[in-house]
């Protein structure tokens, strides 16, 4: 099925220059990018959008860590879009994420792990329309 998913190129990524990398990791799967920004986020909106993580212990650490500089988030589409974006990020924790995956690869830390990925299909319509309103996205 065809479906769309959100990503974001978080603030380690975009400040190691490699948010060219990571689009072109997604473009060389033949997702393509259907929308894209960046922005840089205030506290309530990083907080929003890991709201299903607000009691977790790394939550305080992980909001200032999305406002600690620009973000690029995007909308990806393509064949099973959502598993196919996590399975080339790799593992949230880089120490444990397969071998050429972006986590793998460039991310430093199980925090600062340079990408997110939509989790599922409910998820997705959440996180695309928490940054993207009906004009900034293409129709289907
Ligand atoms: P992401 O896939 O964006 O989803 C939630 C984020 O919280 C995750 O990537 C990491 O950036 C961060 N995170 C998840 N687990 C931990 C953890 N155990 N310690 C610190 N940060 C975490």
Same mark, same amino acid.
């Given at each position: 099925m065809i479906e769309r998913t959100l990503s974001i190129v978080k603030p380690d990524g975009v400040a190691r220059n490699v948010i060219g990398e990571v689009v072109r990791r997604f473009e060389a799967a033949?997702?393509? &990018? &259907?929308a894209l920004k960046m922005i840089r986020l205030d506290r309530a909106m990083a907080e929003g959008f890991y709201h299903v993580h607000r009691?977790?212990?790394f939550f305080p650490s992980l909001v200032a860590f999305m406002c600690s500089g620009p973000i690029v988030p995007m909308v990806l589409e393509g064949e099973d879009a959502i598993a196919r974006v996590r399975r080339i990020m790799g593992a949230t924790d880089p120490a444990k994420a397969d071998p050429g995956t972006i986590r793998k690869d460039l991310a430093s830390s199980i925090e600062k792990n340079i990408v997110h990925g939509s989790d599922g299909p409910a998820t997705a319509g959440f996180e695309i329309g928490y940054f993207f309103d009906a004009l900034e996205i293409p129709p289907r």
């Open positions: 033949g997702l393509k &990018v &259907v009691e977790r212990p």
